[in-house]
């Protein structure tokens, strides 16, 4: 029987130390799956029908809910339309922030009945190199462990950094009892402090007035761009990367097509399904160029094609341990792993 994989991750706003459980998903699904696998145990549903019925359905969800309508499908969920911001008065004009709209999508009773009963939860290890809070205060209260919306909150401790535009990475605060908003007001994001102007969520009552904030980042176990020289020389040194600390790299750069310095980003995605790596070149943008995804099964040499625009047009790499890499993937990375490279010619 399948499981739900988690791991325990610090809560950082408590007076006493605990951890909140973190969901740790298997893999990606979509339509696609969706479709062949309702066709595999209910031959008389067509695939493509379902495939192309899937999208349909959805987007009549969408629709209710731009007309203002809650949708509840009684054995699944319950779609609502949300919002997230602060007024300062009640007659005061809705936030200008395009996120302010929000889809809040819940199971029913039926649905989380059988999820309670059905699923089985197995641990996993905690990540070596967590984001870790050791200090919270109110900037204009001095006063540690307290949520002041008219004051700034600092936060110090250790591999804080993310990138507030990566959709993978957050600071969330959330409340003990209801609610939760991802701030979006910083004036410091590094490795070892935070400053931002909270957004407070609201409770159900006003005695529910305790919160946890956390920090989800994206980082290397080096912590810094690799540095890869030598591009476009005959013989240019083997550089090790996608590596935790082994001491020899599961992977290395052999060499590449390069016609100027440049950093960019080595993604690794990790396909359960087919049982197989992804490998791909990336800029340093959010949802920007990317170059065609190479699927990995095994030790051996791969070029990664480079993306439009880059002075990168492709790069050689050596896979050298396989199967170490796909378990500190799976395990410490939550199947995706990114590292950067300062690549040099």
């Given at each position: 029987m399948s499981t739900v994989l988690w791991r325990p991750v610090l809560n950082a706003l408590t007076k006493l130390i605990s951890y909140r459980i973190q969901i740790v998903p298997r893999n990606i699904v979509g339509y696609d799956e969706?479709?062949?696998?309702?066709?595999?145990?209910?031959?008389?549903?067509?695939?493509?029908?379902?495939?192309?019925?899937?999208?349909?359905?959805?987007?009549?969800?969408?629709?209710?809910?731009?007309?203002?309508?809650?949708?509840?499908l009684p054995d699944a969920f319950i779609f609502r339309v949300s919002a997230k911001g602060r007024l300062d008065s009640p007659d005061a004009p809705l936030p200008d922030n395009e996120?302010?709209?929000?889809?809040?999508?819940?199971?029913?009773?039926?649905?989380?009945?059988?999820?309670?009963a059905e699923a089985r939860m197995e641990r996993l290890p905690m990540n070596e190199k967590l984001p870790h809070i050791n200090a919270v205060e109110d900037t204009k209260l001095k006063l540690a462990n307290?949520?002041?919306?008219?004051?700034?909150?600092?936060?110090?401790?250790?591999?804080?950094?993310?990138?507030?535009e990566d959709p993978d990475c957050s600071c969330v605060i959330r409340g003990t009892e209801s609610g939760e908003t991802q701030q979006s007001t910083f004036g410091i994001i590094s490795n070892s402090e935070i400053l931002l102007a909270p957004d407070i969520p609201a409770q159900s009552n006003p005695w529910n007035n305790e919160y946890t904030i956390s920090v989800t980042t994206q980082y290397t176990e080096h912590g810094t761009p690799l540095g890869v020289p030598g591009?476009?020389?005959?013989?240019?040194?083997?550089?090790?990367?996608?590596?935790?600390?082994?001491?020899?790299?599961?992977?290395?750069?052999?060499?590449?097509?390069?016609t100027a310095d440049e950093r960019l980003r080595i993604q690794v995605i990790q396909d359960l399904v087919e049982e197989r790596l992804l490998f791909s070149l990336i800029n340093m943008k959010k949802q920007g160029?990317?170059?065609?995804?190479?699927?990995?099964?095994?030790?051996?040499?791969?070029?990664?094609?480079?993306?439009?625009?880059?002075?990168?047009?492709?790069?050689?790499?050596?896979?050298n341990d396989y199967a170490a890499l796909w378990e500190m993937i799976r395990n410490d990375y939550t199947g995706t792993l990114v590292d950067l490279l300062d690549v040099a010619v």
């Open positions: 969706m479709a062949a696998d309702i066709f595999a145990t209910n031959p008389n549903y067509n695939n493509d029908l379902v495939r192309s019925l899937a999208p349909i359905i959805m987007e009549w969800i969408q629709n209710q809910l731009i007309n203002g309508y809650q949708v509840t996120d302010m709209l929000q889809a809040s999508i819940s199971g029913t009773r039926d649905f989380l009945r059988r999820l309670r307290v949520l002041n919306p008219a004051g700034l909150l600092h936060l110090t401790g250790s591999n804080l950094d993310f990138d507030e591009l476009g020389h005959p013989n240019p040194p083997d550089t090790g990367i996608l590596t935790d600390n082994a001491a020899t790299p599961y992977a290395v750069v052999t060499g590449g097509l390069v160029e990317s170059g065609t995804e190479i699927p990995v099964t095994g030790n051996g040499a791969y070029t990664l094609p480079g993306f439009t625009g880059s002075a990168v047009t492709s790069l050689n790499i050596s896979v």
